[in-house]
């Protein structure tokens, strides 16, 4: 997805801006892998194959969202996920 694309986007809850974390880009800058912070309610969007997973709570899949933080070695513990809910 190209970032002047992502920069449109916002908190599908509160309308509030994101925060853009570039992990993995493409040679013609199309972010591939990366994560969207909403600086207002905190909830974190992967972008996953140029995709950013923007459902509300409830539609989270939890599987996918799992295989992204494995590939990018990452603990949620970690991150600052107030307001977060995963479907069990
Ligand atoms: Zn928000």
Same mark, same amino acid.
């Given at each position: 997805? @190209? #970032?002047t694309t992502i920069h449109k986007l !916002? !908190? /599908?809850f509160d309308k509030a801006d994101l @925060?853009?974390?570039i992990i993995?880009? +493409?040679l013609d800058k199309d972010i591939? +892998?990366?994560s969207l912070t !909403? +600086?207002?309610c905190k909830r974190f969007y /992967? =972008? =996953?194959s140029g995709i950013p997973i923007m459902n509300p709570d409830e539609y989270r899949d939890v $599987? #996918? $969202?799992d295989a992204y933080y494995q590939f990018l070695e990452l603990d949620k513990s970690n991150h600052n996920i107030e307001n977060f809910r995963l479907i069990e």
């Open positions: 997805m @190209k #970032i !916002c !908190c /599908p @925060k853009l974390e993995e880009q +493409t591939r +892998t990366g !909403c +600086t207002e /992967p =972008i =996953i $599987e #996918i $969202e």
